[in-house]
């Protein structure tokens, strides 16, 4: 099952990354750098947004660690399934995968201004990502208007996103038959049965999509960056003010760093 999953949403993700670097260059790199605002900033720094913000990032890294270690480690196994002894552990793990991932705000930041692009409405600085409802956040900003314009991430997105599913492991209202090989779901959506297989298949179109979105901006951020010019023309911040971005090599410790800066253009 991954074999196939694996292409397919690596296909979507560089073409959308594609797509939005043709179309709207501007969001695109303010997109792969990070650009985010900080309120309150503005009286010491001039301006409230900022690029290569890297909170989100840093609050999201171990649990990425360990996800893509988990995958490597059981799914390096052709036909990797939840049987034996340690099947219904296996299984738990990934239920509990599956909860976490949907609700990170960092994924799900990086998610819907991916969408919001491609939509046409131009990079989403400070987007409210709600602690509860995320499904009708999902669904309405991001699955929806992509899926209305024929955009591929869409139905990408509505391949991995299973609200029911993910409500029964979060509030545990769930029990599992090892031999039948099915998952019984009791929440207000109502009762449902899911094979094995069918939360297999969620499960990593969910954990491989974060991964290659997580890869395709690193590895975008870091073309960028190692271009040591100016990689965008003056626009204005959401606060009104001119800005440019640079890309620039930094050495720290004797290492190379891509950075992006954010810089403020006088009126001449």
């Keep these: 099952m991954i074999k196939e999953i694996i292409p397919e949403v690596t296909a979507v993700i560089e073409k959308s990354f594609k797509t939005i670097a043709d179309?709207?260059?501007t969001s695109y790199i303010l997109y792969i750098g990070r650009a985010d605002i900080i309120?309150?900033?503005k009286k010491v720094r001039g301006t409230d947004c900022v690029i290569d913000y890297q909170l989100d990032r840093y609050y999201d890294e171990t649990r990425e660690a360990?996800?893509?270690h988990y995958l490597t480690r059981n799914y390096s196994k052709s036909g990797f399934c939840?049987?034996?002894?340690?099947?219904?552990?296996?299984?738990?793990?990934?239920?509990?995968?599956?909860?976490?991932?949907?609700d990170s705000v960092y994924f799900l930041k990086s998610l819907y201004r991916l969408a919001a692009v491609l939509d046409g409405k131009g990079y989403q600085w400070n987007p409210d990502i709600p602690e509860n409802g995320k499904y009708n956040f999902i669904k309405e900003k991001i699955i929806s208007p992509l899926q209305a314009k024929n955009i591929e991430l869409g139905d990408l997105v509505a391949k991995a996103y299973d609200s029911n599913?993910?409500?029964a492991f979060a509030h545990s209202l769930y029990n599992v038959d090892v031999g039948a090989k099915k998952i019984y779901t009791r929440t207000r959506q109502g009762c449902r049965t899911y094979t094995f297989d069918e939360f297999q298949k969620l499960f990593l179109y969910s954990v491989i999509l974060m991964?290659?979105?997580k890869r395709c901006l690193e590895f975008n951020h870091y073309e960028a960056g190692s271009m040591n010019a100016a990689l965008t023309e003056v626009f204005l911040t959401p606060d009104g003010v001119k800005v440019q971005v640079y890309g620039e090599m930094t050495v720290r410790a004797g290492k190379s760093y891509p950075e992006f800066k954010l810089a403020k253009i006088k009126d001449k």
């Design 82 to 102: 939840y049987d034996g002894e340690s099947g219904i552990d296996d299984l738990s793990i990934e239920m509990m995968i599956y909860c976490h991932l949907w």
């Design 165 to 167: 599913i993910r409500n």
């Design 23 to 25: 179309e709207d260059y």
């Design 66 to 68: 360990f996800y893509v």
């Design 39 to 41: 309120p309150g900033l």
């Design 211 to 213: 991964y290659k979105l």
